[in-house]
């Protein structure tokens, strides 16, 4: 049989014709082999790992004749993983990696992946030749083990999905109005995320504003509460347009 990672050795048949008498067979290299007397009599060496062995063939006269033979290893199957994307924002779970598949896979393989705990787990993946993605990941280290069905060899390898800090410290404030005064100078600040931050502001019964078409990086924005009213929301998203956070804004008005 072949060698495999389950069956690490197997059995030669050394056969030979011809000579006088009886035939004595062994195994004279490599050196580590020559006390297999195994197949002595039979000619069948059996517990042989990989390797190239000499085998002799001696009759009751003496006479003797050699041959080589190779056992080959076994061709180990290998894994590649990589990173698709990193989680959008903190805490959520919308992450992919990939792993591929490559070496001996002749006979089939399977994939398991496991997290960081080492729990194995099934998120949702597409196949692509020997290609697997798998998505919807939280931030972690995730671990993908392969196996050959076929051979029992297994590879592994990790990738590390990594997510934003959180955006934190979200405030606005506006100035106060008049009656001779209408317009007031909103200001919108936060903190964390991937910078740089974006803001908006809109009426608080307005619909969410456009990224990135309504939104600044400096956090100031002038509003005319004679014809926009005096409640507004103020918005803050990261750099790609996501993480998106509000608080409202109402502006003080003296009579």
């Known amino acids: ?5 389950t069956t690490t050795t197997t059995s030669v048949t050394a056969a030979a014709t011809g000579g006088s008498g009886t035939l004595t067979y062994t195994i004279t290299a490599p050196a580590s082999a020559t006390t297999n007397i195994s197949g002595a009599s039979t000619g069948i060496f059996t517990g ?6 000499t085998f002799k063939v001696t009759d ?8 080589i033979y190779r056992v080959d290893a076994v061709t180990p199957i290998t894994v590649t993983g990589s990173l698709v994307n990193n989680v959008s924002c903190n805490t959520a779970n919308d992450g992919s990696i990939k792993f591929t598949a490559g070496g001996n896979i002749t006979g089939g393989y399977s994939f398991v992946l496991f997290d960081g705990t080492l729990t194995s787990i099934s998120p949702a993946n597409t196949s692509a030749g020997n290609t697997i993605t798998y998505t919807g990941l939280a931030p972690d280290t995730y671990k993908v083990v392969v196996t050959n069905t076929a051979t029992g060899c297994t590879a592994n390898a990790t990738v590390t999905v990594t997510q934003p800090t959180a955006i934190t ?3 606005a404030s506006g100035t106060k109005v008049y009656c001779t005064q209408a317009v007031t100078t909103i200001t919108v600040s936060a903190s964390g995320g991937t910078t740089p931050l974006y803001y908006a502001v809109v009426p608080a019964t307005a619909v969410a504003p456009t990224f990135p078409t309504d939104y600044n990086t400096s956090g100031i924005f002038t509003r005319n509460t004679a014809t926009l ?3 507004y929301t103020a918005y803050v998203v990261d750099k790609n347009g996501n993480c998106e956070q509000t608080i409202a804004v109402s502006i003080k008005q003296d009579t």
Do not use: D, E, H, R
Request: hydrophobic content about 40%; aromatic content about 8%.
């Open 229 to 231: 009213g005096l409640s």
């Open 1 to 5: 049989p072949a060698i495999t990672c």
């Open 60 to 67: 009751a006269n003496g006479c003797s004749f050699t041959n």
């Open 169 to 171: 410290a979200l405030a």
């Open 48 to 53: 042989l790992a990989p390797n190239t062995y």
